[in-house]
């Protein structure tokens, strides 16, 4: 098969599409003829490489796949052969406290596809049957591969985590991020009035027409002297900060007394600097997410089936212009998520 893989990490240059071997689909498992792939964050961390994390070359990342099943492992039992299917891209063994306790993505042995093993930036990937939803004939792959990671993150943040009810104040930057576009359609399906941060205008508009209520361009002014402004100095019940330490501070200001902070990664860096008063003083929470549990993707892949939440697409690209997509991606240039087609 052609795969779009990396050898050693670095820049968007060490992604070469080159003949790789094809899975192997493992007993409890399925072989999927990758139709569309998404480009995550995580994807870019991969490559670059993170601290502490190993991984071996030659490596095929990408978390998100949708596609058709071509083989079926002999103790599957739900997944047919044809079927047109996506990927829940959380692995967890469904057997430790946590996965038990319907904490999943707390599992011991927790891991994520492209991460820890490879992924989809591919023309077959295998995976765990359980990890496999089909989906309904009108959706496409590039929708289906657009929405898992970041709808199933955004859903565990704001509904699990912080707990956003009708008429909460929520404050999500980066809103035109794959994740940000995910949270501002919950957020506002959740009842409660929408900030969104961008860093044009242009951006800001296609905010507002996902449901965003008050569009902020971070560019032009401090976001959070903004909040404190619009709303009369109280502040908002929930902030949503996956930028990490370039907004840090300025996300803590903009909380309410008693409000919630949920983080779920720092693209800007992970080591911010803090004043505690502004924790302990004005008792706030402060929140960490990382995905989520398989009842929460089943929870939040209803709503997007249903077409309550919809999938953002930038653009659509081949797998030979993966490291395009990833330059792109790094620039914070697309609206929503970047498609790949092998």
Known sequence: MKAARIHAHGGPEVLHLEDAPDPICP?????????????????????????????????????????????VGPL?????????????????????????????????????????????????????ERNVHVIPDAMSFEEAAAYPLVFLTAWSMLVTKARVKAGDDVLVLAAGAGVGTACVQIAKMCGARVFATASTDEKLEKCRKLGADVLINYKEKPFDAEIRRLTEKRGVDVVVDYVGKDTWQQSLRSLRRGGRLVTCGATTGFDPTEDLRHIFYRQVEILGSTMGSMAEFAEVTRCVFRGQLKPVIDRVLPLSEAAEAHRLVEARAPFGKIILTP
């Open 27 to 71: 007993p409890d498992g399925v072989l999927i003829e990758v139709k569309a792939a998404s480009v995550n964050h995580l994807d870019v961390f991969v490559r670059r490489g993170m601290p502490g994390i190993k991984v071996p070359f030659p490596k095929i990342v990408g978390a998100d796949a949708a596609g058709v099943v071509k083989l």
């Open 76 to 128: 599957t039992k739900r997944v047919q052969p044809g079927q047109r299917v996506t990927v829940n891209p959380g692995v967890q063994c469904c057997q430790c406290e946590y996965c038990t306790s319907g904490r999943g993505s707390m599992c011991l042995t927790y891991n994520l596809i492209g991460e820890h093993s490879d992924g989809a930036y591919a023309q077959l990937i295998a995976v765990p």
